[in-house]
C-alpha cells in the first residue's frame, strides 16, 4: 500500500512562488499515474496536473504555464511548481496515485496553499 504525503503548502503573495512535494513510501511509485489536485472551500475537487508513469503531463486550462508537476522515482517523490500564483488558486492541494491496470488510487492527507496579500 502507497503513502503520500504532501508538503510546501504556504501563505504567498500574489506573484509568488511555490514548490509542492508529495513523498510516497509503503511502495514505489513509477508505475503510478501522479496527480495534484485541489478543493477550495465550496468548491468540487479538481485535477490540477498529472503526470504518467511514461512521463507525460496534462493541467487544467486554469494552470497552463504557471504550474509545472514534476517526477523523481528515485527519490519516490512527485513535485509541483507553481508560479505566478493568484488568489484563486486558493486551495487545499492533494498528491494522487492511481495504477492503471491494478485498478488502486491512494490519496494524502492534502496542503494548503493560501495566494493572498
Known amino acids: 500500500q502507497l503513502q503520500l504525503v504532501e508538503s510546501g503548502g504556504d501563505l504567498v503573495q500574489p506573484g509568488g512562488s511555490l514548490r509542492l512535494s508529495c513523498a510516497a513510501s509503503?511502495?514505489?511509485?513509477?508505475?503510478?499515474?501522479m496527480g495534484w489536485y485541489r478543493q477550495a472551500p465550496g468548491k468540487q475537487r479538481e485535477l490540477v496536473a498529472a503526470v504518467t508513469s511514461g512521463g507525460s503531463t496534462n493541467y487544467v486550462d486554469s494552470v497552463n504555464g504557471r504550474f509545472t508537476i514534476s517526477r523523481d522515482n528515485a527519490k519516490n517523490t512527485v513535485y509541483l511548481q507553481m508560479n505566478s500564483l493568484k488568489p484563486e488558486d486558493t486551495a487545499v492541494y492533494y498528491c494522487?496515485?492511481?495504477?492503471?491496470?491494478?485498478?488502486?488510487?491512494?490519496w494524502g492527507q492534502g496542503t494548503q496553499v493560501t495566494v493572498s496579500s
Open positions: 494522487n496515485a492511481a495504477h492503471m491496470v491494478l485498478g488502486v488510487n491512494y
Open positions: 509503503g511502495s514505489f511509485i513509477r508505475a503510478y499515474t
